[in-house]
């Protein structure tokens, strides 16, 4: 009954911008961490940006300086703002999230991605 669904892909130039949202919705009592991954052709998913539901974030080392992960606890939304992107950040960007539905069932959610494009 949970869904994520992501927006806010597309078509950028090296060193420009791009801000990613995820939006949850469905049966939710409590949502706890969310990320953002992503996978280019031929490659295996890897993690971007992690945030807590207190606000502590993680980034990988090739995003760090130049991603910035944020969410709105009242939207159960979050975003992924991508500067000074570099065509390496090619990919399907994912959007994940830990959700607590009932006090006895907890699952692990993905939305179906959106693709982000770095080129000339």
């Known amino acids: 009954q949970v869904q994520l669904v992501e927006s806010g892909g597309g078509l950028v130039q090296p060193g420009g911008s791009l801000r990613l949202s995820c939006a949850a919705s469905?049966?939710?009592?409590?949502?706890?961490?969310m990320g953002w991954y992503r996978q280019a052709p031929g490659k295996q998913r890897e993690l971007v940006a992690t945030?807590?539901?207190?606000?502590?974030?993680n980034y990988a080392d090739s995003v760090k300086g130049r991603f910035t992960i944020s969410r709105d606890n009242a939207k159960n939304t979050v975003y992924l703002q991508m500067n000074s992107l570099k065509p390496e950040d090619t990919a399907v960007y994912y959007c994940?999230?830990?959700?607590?539905?009932?006090?006895?069932?907890?699952?692990?959610?993905w939305g179906q991605g959106t693709q982000v494009t770095v080129s000339s």
């Open positions: 994940n999230a830990g959700i607590r539905r009932t006090s006895l069932r907890y699952g692990d959610y």
């Open positions: 469905g049966s939710i009592f409590s949502i706890n961490d």
């Open positions: 945030i807590t539901n207190g606000g502590s974030t």
